[in-house]
């Protein structure tokens, strides 16, 4: 690549895209324009506007170094350190599962089920980022929570998110278990738990092996090993009336239901996604 910091916005744009494209990268357009937003601190349109101006040379080697971390895969979140979920923007590392638009139908789905106002009291479980229980106590000013996670590094990350975004004193993290540690009782559950089987992780796109903590995505042999830890011990977390809202793999609605059912859960419900699977799936326990 030529000398950068003699090329303009536009040149070192068309370069880098070139390059992505030769690589086999399916929006080179949109990773470029994410990655030069990031080193340069400019904002799309003032990437655009600035198009002819000379890109000064400290920005042209930040740039070329996240160009070089894009070329080998890794997601454009844990390069630029953060990723937008519901109406938030979380900061992100290598030690918490990227926030992935479908889990925003969790958020959907419990602002169903929740009163506003209520005082709510909500348990996220496998909290990773935090963005689940955060994006929650932003909608609903007079809840509380308590993000739970195996990984110390993770609810680190969580602890660090929640303060940022003003959540800090409406909730609390700790390490658990899955619900092994919870000994206070909830009126909303939500998780995201790992639904992956055994043998789909061997198949994992590039860019999800490599980069993304494996602990946040692998559900055992038939991907159902989280929801089976999680939901035989609801009855005792849960408050009478108290609700669970969990995403599901594509394939997962049936035995996941069954599962609910047999732990005594009434009002079952499942969100479809846009291609027609249920995605969503929550239920009531009394
Ligand atoms: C699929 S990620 C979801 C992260 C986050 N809730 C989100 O939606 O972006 C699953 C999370 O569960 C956590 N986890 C894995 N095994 C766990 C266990 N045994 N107990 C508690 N959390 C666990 C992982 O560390 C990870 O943060």
């Known amino acids: 690549?030529?000398?950068?910091?003699?090329?303009?916005?536009?040149?070192?744009?068309?370069?880098?895209?070139?390059?992505?494209?030769?690589?086999?990268?399916?929006q080179p357009h949109i990773d470029v324009r994410s990655l030069l937003s990031h080193a340069s601190g400019l904002s799309r349109s003032h990437l655009i506007a600035n198009a002819k101006d000379k890109v000064p040379p400290l920005v042209a080697e930040k740039f070329k170094a996240c160009l070089a971390r894009r070329k080998t895969h890794e997601p454009i979140a844990y390069i630029v350190g953060e990723k937008d979920f519901w109406t938030l923007?979380?900061?992100?590392?290598?030690?918490?599962?990227?926030?992935?638009p479908e889990t925003e139908g969790v958020i959907e789905q419990a602002l169903k089920l929740l009163d506003k106002q209520a005082n709510a009291r909500i348990l996220d479980v496998g909290t990773g980022s935090g963005a689940i229980l955060i994006s929650l106590l932003h909608e609903l000013p007079r809840a509380k929570g308590h993000g739970i996670?195996?990984?110390?590094?993770a609810l680190e990350t969580a602890k660090h998110n929640a303060k940022?975004?003003?959540?800090?004193?409406r909730c609390r993290f700790s390490v658990s278990d899955y619900l092994g540690s919870i000994q206070d009782?909830?009126?909303?559950?939500?998780?995201?738990?790992?639904?992956?089987?055994?043998?789909?992780?061997?198949?994992?796109?590039?860019?999800?092996d490599k980069y993304e903590p494996?602990?946040?995505?692998?559900?055992?042999?038939?991907?159902?090993?989280a929801y089976r830890a999680i939901i035989s011990r609801l009855p005792n977390v849960l408050k009478s009336g108290g609700h669970v809202v969990f995403e599901i793999g594509y394939d997962q609605k049936k035995p996941v239901s069954n599962l609910l059912e047999n732990a005594g859960a009434?009002?079952?419900?499942?969100?479809?996604?846009?291609?027609?699977?249920a995605r969503i799936i929550s239920a009531k326990f009394f």
């Open 164 to 169: 940022r975004l003003g959540a800090a004193d």
């Open 1 to 26: 690549m030529r000398r950068m910091s003699s090329q303009t916005y536009a040149e070192l744009r068309r370069q880098a895209v070139a390059v992505l494209k030769s690589l086999g990268n399916e």
């Open 149 to 153: 996670d195996i990984s110390k590094p």
């Open 185 to 208: 009782r909830y009126d909303l559950i939500v998780a995201t738990p790992p639904y992956i089987t055994d043998a789909a992780m061997t198949a994992l796109p590039k860019t999800v």
């Open 214 to 225: 494996h602990l946040a995505l692998s559900g055992g042999i038939d991907g159902l090993s």
């Open 266 to 277: 009434t009002n079952i419900v499942c969100l479809q996604d846009l291609a027609g699977h």
């Open 89 to 100: 923007t979380f900061k992100l590392n290598r030690h918490v599962l990227i926030p992935r």
